[in-house]
C-alpha cells in the first residue's frame, strides 16, 4: 500500500479519520505504524496528501490528515475491452487503474464467452475492489468509469461514433500493417480483443468507425500482457 486510500464516511472531523478492516490491518501489520508515523494518504476522486497517525492498534487506526495535493493527470485514453474471462478482468482493472486509464468500456464479441457476462466480478463492487488497490499502488486518487455493453453489433452502431468523434481511434491487431505509435499527446480511444482477438468481421465494423488497426511486432501476446504495453507506447510514461 503506497498510499492509504481514504473515503468519506472515514472521516470523523474535518481533518481526522477513522479506518477499519483491510487498509487498517495493513498499517498496523506491515508499516509497523505508531503514532506520530507520517503516511501518504488521499481521499477517493479528490486530493491527496499526508497523514500524522494520533492513535493505532490492530483494529483501527486514527490519522490527521492535511489533503493539498493534486492526483496525477490521466493519459487521454479510453479503453474499449472485449470482456476477459474474471480473473484476467480483475488483474486488468488493476493494472488499467494504475496507469490511470479513467474510461473503461467492457463490450461482447464473438470469441467472448456468454458465462463471463454472469460473472460476479461484473458487480460494481468486486470491480471497486481492484480498483481501489489500483489506486493504492499508483497513489492516484481517482476512480476510472467502467461502462458494460453485451451487445456487439448496437454498441459499434449507436454507440461508438459518439464516443469518438474528437480522437484518434486504434485497434489492436496482430495481423495489422501499422506499429502502435508512439508518445502521443492527442486523445486516443483503444480497442482491444479477447484471447484470438477480434474476428474478420467485428475488425470491419471498428474500421467503418474509423478505427485503424496497429500491432505490437512479431510476439502474439496475452491480453493482459499487451495492454499496458499499448499504453506505455501510447503515452510516454
Same mark, same amino acid.
Given at each position: 500500500m503506497n498510499m492509504v486510500l481514504l473515503f468519506d464516511q472515514d472521516f470523523y472531523a474535518d481533518n481526522k479519520v477513522s479506518i477499519v478492516g483491510r487498509r487498517a490491518?495493513? @498499517?498496523y501489520n506491515i508499516h509497523a505504524a505508531k503514532p506520530g508515523t507520517q503516511l501518504q494518504v488521499g481521499l477517493l476522486n479528490g486530493k491527496k496528501g499526508t497523514g500524522e497517525i494520533i492513535s493505532i492498534?490492530?483494529?483501527? =487506526?486514527? @490519522?490527521? =490528515?492535511?489533503?493539498? %495535493?493534486?492526483?496525477? *493527470?490521466?493519459?487521454? /485514453?479510453?479503453?474499449?475491452?472485449? /470482456? $476477459?474471462?474474471?480473473?484476467?478482468l480483475r488483474r486488468i482493472i488493476f493494472t488499467l487503474t494504475? /496507469?490511470?486509464? !479513467? !474510461?473503461?468500456?467492457?463490450?461482447? *464479441?464473438?470469441?467472448v464467452e456468454k458465462s463471463y457476462w454472469q460473472s460476479p466480478s461484473l458487480d460494481l463492487k468486486n470491480l471497486n475492489?481492484?480498483? &481501489?488497490?489500483?489506486?493504492?499502488?499508483a497513489k492516484d486518487t481517482i476512480? $476510472? %468509469?467502467i461502462e458494460q455493453h453485451y451487445r456487439f453489433k448496437p454498441f459499434v452502431e449507436d454507440t461508438l461514433p459518439g464516443l469518438t468523434r474528437s480522437t484518434l481511434n486504434l485497434i489492436a491487431h496482430p495481423?495489422? !500493417?501499422? %506499429?502502435?505509435?508512439?508518445?502521443?499527446? !492527442?486523445? =486516443? %480511444? /483503444?480497442? =482491444?480483443? $479477447?484471447?484470438?482477438?477480434?474476428?474478420?468481421?467485428? @475488425?470491419?465494423k471498428f474500421?467503418?468507425?474509423?478505427?485503424?488497426?496497429? &500491432?505490437l511486432g512479431p510476439r502474439i501476446l496475452t491480453v493482459e500482457t499487451a495492454i499496458p504495453v499499448l499504453v506505455s507506447k501510447l503515452f510516454q510514461f
Open positions: 490491518e495493513h @498499517i492498534d490492530a483494529s483501527s =487506526v486514527k @490519522i490527521e =490528515v492535511a489533503l493539498n %495535493t493534486l492526483p496525477p *493527470s490521466p493519459p487521454p /485514453l479510453t479503453i474499449i475491452l472485449a /470482456l $476477459p474471462r474474471p480473473k484476467m494504475t /496507469l490511470g486509464v !479513467k !474510461k473503461i468500456i467492457l463490450i461482447n *464479441s464473438y470469441r475492489n481492484f480498483i &481501489h488497490l489500483g489506486l493504492e499502488q476512480s $476510472p %468509469t495481423n495489422a !500493417k501499422e %506499429t502502435c505509435p508512439n508518445n502521443l499527446t !492527442k486523445s =486516443v %480511444t /483503444l480497442a =482491444v480483443g $479477447p484471447e484470438g482477438g477480434f474476428i474478420d468481421y467485428e @475488425i470491419g474500421e467503418e468507425s474509423g478505427f485503424a488497426p496497429i &500491432h
